[in-house]
């Protein structure tokens, strides 16, 4: 199933793994989610589905992973409706947008290194991590702290706003999830001044997510539940860059034995593409669709219609 042909379609949405290793089972929930979405738009007519490698940081990508993931997708028959797009090409488009917020003074050099801001958080009595992230406390906000630029920080709003009208200069960020509801997040409080661009150049995602969403003219991002701490960051940066905002959906994640998202460091295994309806299955059954059909094609199509039921992306 894909896109009328011939017809522009105002839906794009996007899977956009990082090749560290083959895809598992928490990664091919969220592929099918992706993909579902975009075929259930226009009442099932389609709109377009594109695959993105977010293979930003090399020393983790695993040689050869990009192509294994891609074919686990095409035997599960998720295939794109254009070539992938890879973004260790794309590091002059995030130049550029760095540059751009630069010149807005939304951007500024920190010469931190991380045990400087444990030592600081500590002697303020706040020595916690968020999810291993630590808050960073604004030491470098007014002034190198340093000789060594160690990163490249987004500066986060600090007040928020006496009325709605300014919420482009808030740090609390709210939004709709088509699935979790209502959300938001103070994201001074949260995270802090958060890094665009490491000492050794490597961009972040939060930036590169930013910029490719729009250059590719995302209008819908579906993706895991572990992800959706990341929305209220792009969307300031979103906001900073004056570029649209997709509408996000977050999906339930596959649990270790650990009660932790599935992944390789608690026990995932490679994806086992020989049996494609088996692994569907097991990934519609995570997304609460149902698993009745006896070959891919009609699962595909029967779980097109129960998306389109449950969460109408028109």
């Known amino acids: 199933m894909s896109a009328v042909p011939g017809v522009q379609a105002a839906y794009v949405g996007r899977f956009a793994p990082s090749p560290t290793g083959p895809l598992h089972a928490g990664s091919l929930v969220a592929a099918l989610a992706s993909w579902l979405d975009a075929r259930a738009w226009n009442h099932g007519h389609g709109g377009r589905w594109l695959v993105r490698i977010e293979d930003l940081d090399r020393p983790r990508c ?38 751009r917020l630069l010149a807005a003074g939304r951007v500024y050099p920190c010469a931190c290194s991380r045990k400087q801001i444990e030592s600081v958080l500590a002697r303020a009595g706040h020595a916690r991590s968020r999810h291993g992230e630590l808050v960073y406390p604004g030491t470098c906000r007014h002034g190198l702290h340093g000789t060594t630029v160690r990163a490249w920080r987004f500066l986060v709003p600090q007040v928020a706003p006496a009325s709605s009208a300014a919420t482009t ?29 490491r000492a050794d150049g490597q961009f972040s995602y939060q930036l590169a997510v930013v910029v490719d969403d729009a250059a590719q003219a995302v209008s819908h991002v579906v993706r895991g539940e572990d992800l959706a701490d990341n929305t209220a960051r792009q969307l300031l940066l979103q906001r900073a860059l004056g570029l649209p905002t ?17 992944s390789k460091q608690n026990g995932a295994t490679a994806l086992d593409t020989r049996d494609p309806l088996a692994v569907l299955n ?4 995570t997304l609460g669709l149902p698993v009745q059909a006896s070959s891919v094609a009609d699962a595909l199509a029967a779980w097109v219609g129960a998306w389109r039921h449950l969460y109408n992306p028109r």
């Open 62 to 99: 695993v040689a050869g992973a990009a192509a294994l993931m891609l074919q686990q997708l095409q035997d599960c028959s998720l295939v794109a409706d254009e070539p992938p797009l890879f973004q260790s090409q794309r590091n002059a488009v995030y130049e550029a947008a760095l540059q």
């Open 169 to 197: 200069a808030s740090s609390v960020v709210e939004w709709h999830d088509r699935r979790l509801g209502p959300q938001h997040q103070d994201v001074g409080a949260a995270v802090g001044d958060f890094v665009l661009r």
């Open 246 to 262: 997709p509408q996000y959906l977050h999906t339930p994640l596959v649990l270790g034995t650990n009660g932790e998202k599935l």
């Open 282 to 285: 097991a990934a519609a059954n």
